[in-house]
């Protein structure tokens, strides 16, 4: 099964991530390195933010982009939302695709997809992007662990 975020609202998070990290007016070159995200694709997305009000740019030499309030003040699923157009974690409870599954009302699956739906945004609203900020001096608590132990990997 495809994952529920396309890479437009993976990136997005990285990219807001990466600003208020860097904090200032920081170059889309940079995130692009750092990131190991195509520019061209980094462009696409910071657009997304841009229209939405999330990040603003500025032109020559010390532009670039920076975030237009505190990391504290961004939740994951604004920003989310911001580049994906929904969190609706299947396309039939889309309502920003402007159509109506015609089997809404008899689907016997739509209340489930319904409340992962509430679950997923009541999750994403309550976390900001200060929370996936490092800690400083943090130290990877990882490397310390076994393997499955905390190593990333939620597949099972």
């Given at each position: ?38 520019r061209k694709y980094l ?66 699956t739509v209340s489930i ?5 509430k679950v997923t945004s ?35």
């Open positions: 099964m495809a994952g529920m975020f396309s890479t437009k609202g993976r990136y997005a998070l990285r990219i807001m991530g990466d600003l208020a990290e860097h904090g200032g007016w920081v170059s889309l070159g940079d995130v692009a390195k750092r990131q190991g995200i195509s462009e696409q997305v910071v657009s997304l933010l841009h229209h939405a009000g999330y990040v603003e740019s500025m032109r020559g030499k010390g532009g670039g982009y920076r975030l237009t309030r505190k990391p504290e003040e961004y939740t994951l699923g604004s920003i989310l939302r911001a580049a994906e157009g929904s969190l609706a974690p299947v396309s039939c409870l889309d309502c920003t695709s402007g159509e109506i599954c015609p089997q809404i009302d008899s689907c016997p997809w319904r409340d992962l739906g009541s999750y994403l609203d309550s976390k900001t992007l200060a929370d996936i900020l490092p800690t400083p001096g943090a130290i990877n608590a990882e490397a310390d662990e076994g393997p499955g132990e905390g190593s990333g990997n939620t597949c099972t």
